[in-house]
Structure formats: C-alpha cells, structure tokens
C-alpha cells in the first residue's frame, strides 16, 4: 500500500512535461557499484520521497552513450521512479550483452537499498522492477526480462533483435514505442514483428509516433503523448494503479500504428473486494484498512488521499441508501 503516495504525486503532475519531485544523481565515484557486466552506471533518484521507490534500469543502443537516452532519466524521476542507466562495456556489443548489463544494473541499483552511506538506503522497492532500452538496448530489455522472471515490465523503444524469433518468448507486459520513418531498425523487421511475436496472454501496447524516426523515442520531450503513455504505463505496472489505464489504451492522435491487447477494468469505488456491489464486507475492509494505516485509492470515497473514518461514513451511508 506503500505505492499509493507515488501514484498520488502521478495524478496531480500527469498534465506537466516533468512530474512534481525535484531529483539529483548518484554516480560511482559517489559509492554506486561498478558492475562487471556494464560501465558508466548512473543512477536518477527522486527527493523527498517518504515511501518506497519503484525502479528502472536503461541501456542506449549500438555504438552510443548513455548521454544519447538520459533525458528519460530526470523525466521519470521526476515523476517518482528511481531511474539507473548501464552502458556495456564495449559500445559495439550485441543486444544479448546489453540483457547482461542490465541485469548487473539491476543488482547494482537493489544494492543501493543496503549501503547505509546511499540516499537510497532502506527507500527503493526492490520488488518493483522494469527495464528498458533503445535500439539494440530494446532488444536487450527484452532478453534480460525473458531471463529474469521478477522484472515486472518492459520499455523497449525502437528496439533491434538479431533474431526476430527470440521475440517469441517475451513472457513480460511490454511497451513498444518507435518513429514511423525508422530507417535503423524498421518497424517492419522489428518493432512491429517483436509486437506480433509477443504471445497474446502478456500484455502489450504499440505505440508508433507519426512522423518520428529511430531517435524520436530518445527523449520524453520528443513528444509529449509518447512521454504520457510511458507516465500511464509504469503507473498501471510498478504501481499497480490502473486509474489511467483507458488514457494508457487510447489512440494517440499522433499515432501511425496503434496496437494494444490490453483491457481495462471498471472499478467501482468503495467495492474494495470487487464482487460488483458495495456491502457491509467492504465497510469491514475498509475499517481494517484505517486501523493498519494504510491507504487504497479503491476506498478513498473522498479522494483526500488518506482513509479515515471519513471514507467509511460514505460507504455506510450508501449501503443505506442503496
């Protein structure tokens, strides 16, 4: 119930280019792990967070630096999310060592939750993990999650897999984003093949940004309805909130190509165990809530971010008026 304070500060900065947290960085020369299978970590860190820090760890694409992605990583922590980038260790290596680097990024930025001289000691929520990449490091976060089973979610923007088939085993909710007019790594031999290929039981959007190119999706401020669906997707997959799941599924009016085979779920406020009426079970729930101290947005009848004895007095008076 943690996540619910993050999810808060997602919904009142959706509608600005950077979310509400001011952010600062850590580098190894400040402590950060150097990890074998990658160079140049960095990580991207919000301030002032009080709850647990979902994660994310990105890698650039062939024959390119970390500084050619790294707008994303004050983007999304602005909005919350603690964001490291890796680099492999030669910038020339194929996607399958950019899976490795970013799963020893991965160790390295969970590390920072232990080292007691971190910002970061204690504030990360090691279970709430995604990976992403450019290029052929779209096509490494792909691998990477194919091999680790706990990563929650994929970002994998113009991405480029040698063998198109590997695809075939995405086994993670995957977020494909790419520029219609890709000449690098063509929609038609990549992006929109890795979609296809990606069984249709794990969710997964397209996103094909009209008029962009191989390093439209480079930068959230390339294009700010692409930057907004990245903002939905993290919110419904590391913050399990999915109040923006219909804006997360809807087409884009600048999209070339829009795919997606996921489906929203209608809430219906106060029904906490969702059995489609409000009843004295929910009242129950809610109670126990409050007394854990907790917070559900499901039950927050008022929306004033907390549940108190508030929210319960409203789910009662309905039962009565029902």
């Known amino acids: 119930m943690h996540k619910y304070l993050i999810y808060f500060v997602f919904q009142i900065s959706i509608l600005l280019s950077d979310g509400s947290y001011q952010y600062e960085t850590i580098t190894e020369l400040e402590g950060l792990r150097n990890g074998p299978d990658y160079a140049g970590g960095i990580i991207y860190y919000p301030v002032g967070i009080e709850s647990e820090i979902p994660i994310i760890v990105m890698i650039p694409g062939f024959a390119s630096f970390i500084s050619s992605v790294d707008d994303w990583g004050g983007y999304l922590a602005s909005y919350g999310i603690a964001t490291m980038f890796v680099n492999v260790n030669n910038i020339y290596f194929n996607p399958n060592f950019r899976a490795s680097a970013l799963l020893d990024g991965i160790i390295s930025i969970k590390l920072e939750n232990e080292r007691i001289d971190s910002p970061l000691y204690q504030k990360l ?35 480029w897999l040698e063998n198109q088939n590997d695809s075939f085993s995405n086994s993670t909710p995957i977020l494909f984003l790419s520029g219609q007019y890709d000449n690098i790594a063509s929609n038609f031999f990549h992006t929109n093949i890795f979609y296809n290929n990606t069984p249709m039981n794990v969710d997964k959007l397209l996103f094909e940004v009209a008029g962009g190119n191989h390093y439209t999706v480079c930068s959230p401020y390339n294009n700010e309805l692409m930057a907004d669906k990245v903002i939905y997707w993290l919110e419904y997959y590391l913050l399990n909130d999915s109040s923006n799941c219909e804006q997360l599924i809807s087409p884009p009016i600048n999209s070339s190509l829009f795919l997606t085979n996921i489906e929203c779920n209608n809430f219906i406020l106060g029904d906490f165990n969702q059995d489609g009426v409000i009843n004295i079970p929910d009242v129950v729930s809610t109670i126990n809530v409050v007394l854990q101290g907790e917070y559900i947005n499901l039950i927050d009848m008022n929306q004033d971010s907390s549940i108190n004895i508030s929210d319960i007095i409203i789910i009662v008076d309905i039962i009565l008026n029902q």
């Open 125 to 159: 929520d090691i279970n709430s993990v995604a990976v992403s990449g450019w290029s052929m490091g779209g096509g490494g976060a792909q691998l990477a999650a194919q091999q680790d089973q706990t990563i929650k979610t994929v970002l994998a923007l113009s991405p």
